[in-house]
């Protein structure tokens, strides 16, 4: 059975990812068992299929909009070990190539000996389940509602005779696009990603990348980080320290190719291009990407740790690269400020092996925070970012004899 990628990857040239979008992890009932659990995927399945449409089940004949609603599945290691599921674990979703659990006391490190670590306060990651579902829409009602109507499903499952529903919602994330193409830190962010002409062959794993489970072929694999900034942490900094440590300049987006004699950092003079002010505008896509410079110092910034261009075939995946797919977040804390703010990151690649190397690798991101020299880092610079959510799931390919994504997983 072909299959292709599921929905809500926008990944194709001159798409962009929509305003909006939630992301929702349901948790099996430790009672329940494979089939049991493929059955209500198969209804909530027909019921996205239905909001996609306009039609909502409470509301007959009365058509609604969709606000472009696309919807994406994906799965957990857990639901592996579910009773009767009918596939195992794929060998590429091995247990090095996962998140550490936080620690019961609070915190701990995402990943052994890394520089990215759990907020104080998560004693347990809410990320860890066996089904994830991704919802992206133009709206907030796009995708606020399928979490409402996932929820009315499963009420209803667990007031009939059977008392329980197979899966519950343990968690809901929202995220939204920034129209100025900035970050809380008030950058230029996401602009440094892979061309559209190689996005498919890091994203869709092919009959190697699936190392003999040739199900998952033509699937991916949804990797996900729900991050804190510590903003108080990052206004401390002077503007010439924040645009080292990310590697462009603050106002424009050029990148930074080295230090005045001052030390200071040094745009790239070429960019923006005559009649434009910004990085993101059109003209100046040839920076966008950083370049290999010579200064130690710019080579450790945020940008180059995390886009090294060492091969250029960006499909293989000793080259490291992903396929970003983020979304800001801003929402209430009932410590000071009052408002946690920071980014949804969302990536899909070929195998989890692609991120979880950028991740641990000392000359790629695995020996700081965010970016800069690792023994050299300003004050605090070691909890800029802080992990309140994280998974990675499987999403299987969209196979038109399947009643849902990954259903020969259950039945």
């Given at each position: 059975?072909?299959?292709?990628?599921?929905?809500?990857?926008?990944?194709?040239?001159?798409?962009?990812?929509?305003?909006?979008?939630?992301?929702?992890?349901?948790?099996?009932?430790?009672?329940?068992?494979?089939?049991?659990?493929?059955?209500?995927?198969?209804?909530?399945?027909?019921?996205?299929?239905?909001?996609?449409?306009?039609?909502?089940?409470?509301?007959?004949?009365?058509?609604?909009?969709?606000?472009?609603?696309?919807?994406?599945?994906?799965?957990?290691?857990?639901?592996?070990?579910?009773?009767?599921?009918?596939?195992?674990?794929?060998?590429?979703?091995?247990?090095?190539?996962?998140?550490?659990?936080?620690?019961?006391?609070?915190?701990?490190?995402?990943?052994?000996?890394?520089?990215?670590?759990?907020?104080?306060?998560?004693?347990?990651?809410?990320?860890?389940?066996?089904?994830?579902?991704?919802?992206?829409?133009?709206?907030?009602?796009?995708?606020?509602?399928?979490?409402?109507?996932?929820?009315?499903?499963?009420?209803?499952?667990?007031?009939?005779?059977?008392?329980?529903?197979?899966?519950?919602?343990?968690?809901?994330?929202?995220?939204?696009?920034?129209?100025?193409?900035?970050?809380?830190?008030?950058?230029?962010?996401?602009?440094?990603?892979?061309?559209?002409?190689?996005?498919?062959?890091?994203?869709?794993?092919?009959?190697?990348?699936?190392?003999?489970?040739?199900?998952?072929?033509?699937?991916?694999?949804?990797?996900?980080?729900?991050?804190?900034?510590?903003?108080?942490?990052?206004?401390?900094?002077?503007?010439?320290?924040?645009?080292?440590?990310?590697?462009?300049?603050?106002?424009?987006?050029?990148?930074?190719?080295?230090?005045t004699s001052e030390g200071d950092p040094r745009p790239d003079p070429r960019c923006p291009v005559a009649?434009?002010?910004?990085?993101?505008?059109?003209?100046?896509?040839?920076?966008?990407?950083?370049?290999?410079?010579?200064?130690?110092?710019?080579?450790?910034?945020?940008?180059?740790?995390?886009?090294?261009?060492?091969?250029?075939?960006?499909?293989?995946?000793?080259?490291?690269?992903?396929?970003?797919?983020?979304?800001?977040?801003?929402?209430?804390?009932?410590?000071?400020?009052?408002?946690?703010?920071?980014?949804?990151?969302?990536?899909?690649?070929?195998?989890?092996?692609?991120?979880?190397?950028?991740?641990?690798?000392?000359?790629?991101?695995?020996?700081?925070?965010?970016?800069?020299?690792?023994?050299?880092?300003?004050?605090?610079?070691?909890?800029l970012l802080t992990v309140r959510a994280a998974g990675i799931y499987l999403v299987p390919p969209l196979?038109?004899?399947?009643?849902?994504?990954?259903?020969?997983?259950?039945?």
């Open positions: 059975m072909a299959g292709t990628l599921q929905e809500g990857i926008f990944h194709s040239p001159g798409a962009s990812p929509p305003g909006h979008c939630t992301l929702m992890f349901l948790r099996a009932d430790p009672d329940t068992d494979a089939e049991e659990v493929g059955e209500l995927l198969a209804e909530l399945w027909a019921m996205y299929r239905d909001l996609t449409r306009g039609t909502v089940r409470d509301l007959p004949g009365q058509p609604i909009a969709s606000g472009g609603l696309q919807v994406l599945i994906g799965y957990g290691p857990k639901v592996f070990d579910l009773a009767g599921a009918r596939r195992t674990l794929p060998k590429t979703f091995a247990p090095e190539l996962r998140f550490r659990s936080a620690s019961p006391s609070g915190g701990g490190p995402l990943l052994s000996g890394r520089g990215l670590h759990y907020a104080p306060d998560i004693k347990q990651n809410p990320a860890t389940e066996e089904v994830c579902v991704q919802f992206t829409a133009d709206t907030a009602l796009g995708v606020h509602r399928p979490a409402v109507e996932t929820w009315k499903v499963l009420h209803d499952r667990a007031g009939s005779a059977l008392g329980v529903a197979p899966l519950a919602i343990s968690a809901v994330f929202t995220g939204f696009q920034r129209a100025d193409g900035r970050s809380w830190i008030d950058f230029h962010d996401g602009i440094s990603n892979l061309r559209s002409d190689q996005r498919s062959r890091v994203i869709e794993i092919d009959g190697e990348t699936a190392a003999g489970d040739d199900w998952i072929i033509a699937g991916t694999y949804l990797a996900f980080l729900r991050l804190v900034v510590d903003l108080p942490r990052w206004r401390g900094l002077t503007r010439e320290e924040q645009e080292l440590l990310v590697g462009r300049d603050k106002l424009t987006g050029s990148p930074i190719v080295g230090r009649g434009t002010t910004q990085v993101i505008e059109a003209g100046n896509e040839k920076f966008r990407e950083p370049e290999v410079v010579d200064d130690p110092l710019v080579q450790v910034s945020h940008v180059h740790r995390a886009n090294q261009n060492r091969f250029e075939d960006a499909a293989r995946p000793n080259s490291l690269r992903i396929f970003r797919q983020g979304y800001e977040f801003f929402e209430p804390s009932p410590v000071a400020p009052g408002f946690r703010a920071g980014l949804n990151f969302v990536s899909f690649q070929d195998t989890p092996e692609r991120l979880i190397r950028v991740l641990r690798q000392q000359d790629w991101l695995g020996d700081v925070n965010f970016g800069g020299e690792r023994d050299r880092q300003p004050p605090g610079m070691d909890r196979v038109a004899e399947e009643t849902f994504p990954g259903a020969r997983i259950f039945a």
